[in-house]
């Protein structure tokens, strides 16, 4: 029996971009998505475009919260599927994204935690990079290195409950913090090697702004939280283990191909015309 999937989207202000990820949840068609908004009191339009979409929600707000983990809290306390994941209001989820999330939780023996590669998209949602999430180790995680990125992560919502779910002080690594209490209680991580969703860069993004920062080390949130749960951890021992990750996916060509796929594209090619492509729809005859 495939699982219910809810999906929370944190939304503040993002006129441009939430119609978007309000449609591609919406057009994926499966049977059980209980699909949630909180939205932080927008005052840009885009409470027009939710309530054009209201009929099709489980539940819906309009209020002022705390910042993105406290809406995200507020949206999931109105679910009750057997997996979670929050999807942020500038970014999209792939056709039959949901259809594979549910093949491989029934095939695999319900895991705790799903992941899929990602596409990054831009303002224009023109993709600008793929990006081949390796299988999560168990041993590199604990060592400061995690793979599962936006909006591609799927979780029990048994044991987000169990682990107490968001934490309202984390405003930058909120996943960060659920994904190391989730792994200490021993979580079993299951990949799907396609190409699942598309995660917006664009300059007012928050997450971009921290992107940028993870790429080069640690911002003082995801530092507080490694220093509090990963026991005998450093910022320097942590560098030296993506270093050596990196080394690990450059060795099994992870960067070549994700390079190679990315060059078969037309130039310029939006997420939403690449999944019309041969390409995307043969990987679910797998």
């Not at 059980?32 to 009191?41: K, S």
């Not at 935690?113 to 023109?126: H, L, P, V, W």
């Not at 080390?217 to 910022?235: A, C």
């Amino acid at each position: 029996m495939n699982p219910i999937i809810s999906i929370v989207t944190p939304s503040f202000n993002q006129v441009g971009f939430i119609e978007e990820t309000i449609t591609s949840i919406l057009h994926q068609n499966y049977a059980g998505l209980e699909y949630v908004i909180a939205d932080g009191g927008s005052t840009d339009g885009s409470i027009d475009i939710i309530e054009k979409n209201a009929s099709k929600l489980k539940w819906w707000c309009s209020e002022p919260d705390d910042g993105q983990s406290d809406a995200i809290m507020k949206g999931f306390n109105q679910c009750t599927g057997d997996l979670f994941a929050w999807v942020n209001s500038d970014d999209v989820l792939f056709p039959h994204c949901f259809d594979m999330v549910a093949r491989y939780y029934v095939k695999k023996n319900k895991p705790d935690i799903i992941t899929a590669n990602i596409a990054y998209i831009d303002a224009n949602s023109t993709i600008t990079r793929f990006i081949r999430v390796p299988r999560q180790s168990r041993l590199l995680f604990y060592r400061g290195v995690w793979w599962g990125t936006a909006p591609c992560v799927f979780f029990k919502r048994s044991l987000f409950e169990k682990v107490g779910g968001l934490q309202h002080k984390y405003h930058l690594s909120m996943d960060v913090d659920i994904w190391v209490r989730m792994m200490a209680e021993g979580a079993r991580v299951v990949h799907i090697p396609s190409y699942m969703g598309g995660f917006r860069i664009h300059p007012s993004a928050k997450t971009t702004i921290n992107l940028q920062v993870r790429r080069t080390k640690e911002n003082y949130e995801t530092t507080e939280i490694f220093n509090e749960h990963l026991v005998g951890s450093t910022q320097r021992s942590r560098a030296l283990w993506r270093l050596m990750a990196k080394g690990y996916r450059a060795m099994s060509l992870n960067y070549l191909l994700m390079c190679l796929d990315y060059k078969k594209l037309p130039p310029g090619i939006r997420w939403d015309d690449y999944v019309e492509l041969d390409a995307y729809k043969k990987q679910f005859e797998r």
